[in-house]
């Protein structure tokens, strides 16, 4: 079992790149990935929180590399709250284990929303987090441990940082919409801030995530369709791009999905189904990638669970104005008639 924990690091380790042991650790603190972004873009954008005026409880879990041993397993809770017009609230809590190397997060989200025109709506977002990482002691006491390795002896006794996120999100005539966000724009180290390091210093890898997506509505089938791309270069993976459609039926209470995603070094593609009752929303994927690892596992899976606490009502369109002053203008040549 502790040589399956090792060969799954290494394994990892390959997967982001061919990363050595300290670059490793720069990759777990970035952004964690997930599957149903697209539909649920709070989770990578802190701009998209609080943005559609409603207030949801959302859990997710994603294994990754199911069937294989000490493979990848992701859990976020989070909530995503609008308490007031033009603003949003949130918070996460994400908890990760990659075989013997663990990560925990937690995240606050602020996000402010406005109107620049009628066939325009905005935000801008922040989010501050706290950030663990830390390595199993099995990582030493395993004997494939070539022992001493002064970055597995410290990643045992944690990493601690705080980061800042950057987030912009528009909506266009409610048919377009745009998002990017920066990941640890801001990154601190929070313990042994003052450790001496071997080797030139490196440049922080940059990271982002950016959404372009349309609406497409076709009300005589009841249905909506939303396709889009995402853009995500994380850390010192390659740049990756994913094509997505979703399809939401039935006045929004069943969703189909599919994503197509590459990079130059791997291809995946992602089936999702979901449904909705009331207020309570279930939605689940399955992917698989084109490596020959994939002959070694048995796929990826992901669930999403929500439930949604309270919507805003929506404010009286300025349509509705135009007809009321019409009609006050109205009302003295009625009189007159009269």
Do not use: C
């Amino acid at each position: 079992m502790k040589k399956n924990n090792i060969l799954s690091l290494v394994i990892i380790i390959l997967a982001f790149g061919s990363l050595n042991a300290q670059d490793y650790a720069k990759a777990l603190k970035t952004q964690a990935v997930y599957n149903h972004y697209y539909a649920n873009l709070f989770l990578v954008n802190p701009a998209n929180t609080g943005f559609n005026g409603t207030s949801n409880l959302l859990f997710n879990f994603r294994n990754q590399w199911a069937g294989f041993d000490d493979a990848p397993k992701g859990l976020t809770l989070g909530i995503d709250a609008s308490p007031a017009d033009n603003m949003g609230l949130g918070a996460m809590i994400y908890s990760e284990n990659f075989g013997v190397a663990n990560r925990f997060q937690g995240q606050i989200n602020y996000a402010y929303n406005f109107r620049p025109s009628d066939n325009m709506r905005m935000s801008f977002g922040l989010s501050g987090a706290y950030i663990q990482y830390n390595l199993d002691n099995e990582a030493i006491t395993d004997p494939l441990h070539e022992s001493p390795d002064p970055y597995i002896n410290s990643a045992v006794n944690g990493e601690k940082y705080f980061g800042a996120d950057f987030g912009f999100y528009a909506e266009i005539q409610d048919k377009f919409r745009i998002g990017i966000s920066i990941p640890h724009l801001v990154e601190t180290r929070l313990d042994d801030s003052n450790k001496t390091t071997t080797g030139p210093k490196e440049d922080k890898p940059v990271s982002f995530t950016g959404f372009l997506g349309a609406i497409w509505r076709l009300p005589e089938y009841r249905m909506v369709i939303e396709p889009s791309i995402g853009l995500r270069k994380i850390s010192d993976v390659p740049f990756g791009t994913d094509l997505n459609v979703l399809a939401k039926m039935l006045d929004d209470r069943l969703f189909a999905g599919f994503t197509y995603s590459y990079n130059p070094s791997w291809h995946r593609i992602a089936l999702l189904g979901g449904v909705k009752i009331d207020r309570f929303s279930f939605m689940y994927s399955y992917d698989q990638s084109y490596l020959e690892f994939q002959n070694f596992n048995n796929g990826s899976h992901e669930l999403t669970l929500a439930f949604e606490l309270y919507r805003s009502k929506p404010k009286a369109p300025k349509a509705d104005e135009g007809m009321m002053k019409s009609e006050q203008e109205a009302s003295p040549a009625m009189e007159e008639k009269k």
